[in-house]
């Protein structure tokens, strides 16, 4: 079993500066995607406690993900007019429990299934442009808003 070192978490790590949360609540903080990001709208809902994945939750974390993720899924496709939201999750390169809550766009193929992986890596290389940081962060704020108006007792 590994010991958990909060400083070697960016979701634990109080002098992180690049995973500052928009939004928390009792069991739950939600940030945009770190940049370089390829849309405008990804974001990242993370347990306010180190835990490990899904499996590690406590009871009332798990009891709260549903309302939470149902919630984050309509501000964001309200807010982007996504068709659709995707939200997946690894939990490898940082293994502290965070859901990627990412739109989907019927008219860019790019952001469909598996190409989406695709789309990641192009704009994390530079081979694609990402989305403008500014206007990243104006959307980010806005699902943050209407998340807030939708949950406001969490």
């Not at 590994?2 to 002098?15: G, I, Q």
Request: proline share 5%; with cysteine.
């Amino acid at each position: 079993m590994t010991t958990h070192t909060p400083n070697a978490c960016p979701f634990c790590d109080a002098r992180n500066t690049v995973h500052v949360p928009l939004l928390e609540m009792k069991h739950w903080r939600l940030y945009r995607h770190a940049d370089p990001t390829p849309i405008a709208g990804w974001m990242m809902l993370a347990a306010r406690e180190h835990r490990s994945g899904l499996e590690a939750l406590q009871d009332l974390e798990s009891a709260e993900i549903g309302l939470v993720l149902r919630a984050l899924a309509k501000a964001t496709q309200e807010v982007t007019g996504a068709d659709r939201i995707y939200s997946i999750t690894y939990n490898e390169a940082v293994q502290h429990f965070h859901l990627h809550i990412i739109p989907r766009f019927a008219t860019d193929d790019r952001t469909k299934s598996w190409a989406l992986a695709d789309f990641y890596r192009s704009v994390a290389s530079g081979t694609t442009p990402a989305i403008d940081s500014n206007e990243a962060t104006r959307i980010a704020e806005k699902i943050a808003a209407q998340l807030r108006a939708l949950l406001p007792n969490l």
